[in-house]
């Protein structure tokens, strides 16, 4: 009963609006497994519909569907992209070394302060740092749920760029997770992620890479370490 | 369980557009966009801060809905109703990235809102409405006036704590109190 009410409380304030992000983004992830979750959701959605309904209609801007289109056709629009990116990989996989046991530090930590409600079994964490050594990203990764979550603990990127995430494997093509512009991200797992691969983010123009290769230098990356 | 819209073969279409877009079919995508957008649009212009605001929260809506569709599930909620989450939750997005909401003092009141709603008995816009009216006026209006404001204008527990004068924790508590008795009030449905 008591877990019912909790349930209906969270999928309710899930849909109303008033979880913050990491909570939002928790009950995300718990839904992708829980299907009780997942109709509750549902089912206060409906019930609270008919106040979205209350707002009526307001035609928007001509330009915008141009704008939305070529978003998701520069995003991609078939799941993860593949491309080639071993140069940089190479390059920054001396810079990487130094900070590594740092990085291994921050991750028990990480591991060890996760946020409620239940937190899903993560698999691996990742903090991807830069030159300075310095974390900017945290990433914990849940290959059960196919998710990845992003939070961003370093600066945002500059108004005219945006972050995008890659995931690089020790060999073979890497891959496009997406834009991480946010201050925290939710991503989905197309891909096999395993311990000593790394992740990686580069700065590219506004709403990602246009070409399907990153154009920016990558700014972080870290290696992807077991969670438990 | 799940709202229905008062035209069922409107709901059939769009649960099939839904289909294609998970397929990644942009037409279906346009034709989806051009059914949808207006109810979208002004639902995100209510909690977004300005016009602006508004349309950059439209847009990362409909992008949102394009990569995620294929995780639409009609079983669960109608496609109008999918479609409105993912939007207010775009819209909430942008308004707690600044602070702007602080000069947006000017909110209508929350008791208006709730006049809005079509009064029991009539039957112009299927059952919900109605009833929905009808158990929101059961609850306290500072209650009401919670559920009214997070829903409708995207207030965070902090906002609703500023305005009601209440610790954040307890506005919680009152939130989750005020759903699981209109909850029942509705029947549990």
């Known amino acids: 009963m008591a877990d019912d009410d909790e349930m209906e409380g969270l999928a309710g304030e899930y849909v109303l609006g008033t979880l913050d992000r990491p909570e939002r983004d928790a009950v995300e992830t718990r839904a992708a497994s829980d299907p009780a979750l997942r109709a509750a959701i549902g089912g206060w959605a409906g019930r609270l519909q008919p106040l979205a309904d209350l707002a009526g209609e307001q035609a928007p801007p001509d330009g915008l569907w141009a704008s939305i289109l070529s978003q998701i056709r520069a995003v991609g629009s078939g799941g993860a992209r593949v491309l ?92 496009s997770m997406g834009v991480a512009d946010n201050l925290s991200d939710l991503k989905s797992v197309n891909v096999s992620l395993k311990p000593g691969e790394k992740l990686a983010i580069s700065l590219e123009p506004k709403g990602g890479s246009p070409t399907g290769q990153a154009t920016g230098p990558v700014v972080y990356i870290g290696d992807l370490l077991p969670a438990e | 369980m799940v709202y229905q819209g008062s035209n069922g073969v409107m709901q059939a279409e769009l649960v099939a ?57 009609p079983a669960m909620a109608s496609p109008i109703t999918w479609m409105t989450t993912i939007a207010r939750h775009a819209a909430i997005d942008a308004v707690r990235k600044g602070s702007e909401r602080v000069s947006k003092t000017t909110v209508v009141i929350d008791e208006e809102l709730a006049e809005k709603l079509p009064a029991p008995g009539s039957t112009a816009d299927g059952l919900t409405g109605p009833q929905l009216r009808r158990c929101l006026e059961g609850l306290e209006p500072d209650r009401r006036g919670m559920v009214l404001l997070a829903y409708s204008y995207g207030y965070s527990r902090e906002e609703l704590s500023r305005r009601f004068d209440k610790p954040v924790a307890t506005v919680k508590t009152i939130l989750r109190r005020s759903l699981i008795a209109l909850k029942e009030c509705l029947g549990g449905r």
Not at chain 1, 113 to 125: E, F, G, I, K, T
Not at chain 1, 151 to 158: E, F, I, Q, S, T
Request: hydrophobic share 50%; charged share 25%.
């Open chain 1, 84 to 175: 080639l990116l071993e140069r940089t990989v190479r390059r920054l996989r001396i810079a990487t070394g130094i900070f590594g046991a740092a990085a291994a530090v921050l991750a028990v930590v990480v591991a060890s302060d996760r946020l409620v409600p239940p937190p899903p079994a993560a698999n691996y964490v990742a903090v991807l740092g830069g030159e300075g050594g310095k974390p900017a990203f945290v990433a914990s990764v849940d290959t059960n749920a196919g998710t990845i979550r992003l939070r961003r603990v370093g600066d945002a990127p500059p108004p005219d760029k945006s972050y995008e995430l890659w995931q690089v494997p020790a060999e073979g093509p890497t891959v």
């Open chain 2, 17 to 73: 557009l839904m289909r294609d877009v998970a397929s990644r079919d942009e037409t279906a995508f346009k034709r989806l966009y051009d059914r949808a957008s207006a109810k979208l649009f002004a639902v995100v212009r209510r909690i977004a801060v300005s016009e602006a605001a508004a349309e950059e929260a439209l847009q990362e809506a409909w992008v949102r809905i394009w990569n995620h569709a294929d995780r639409f599930d």
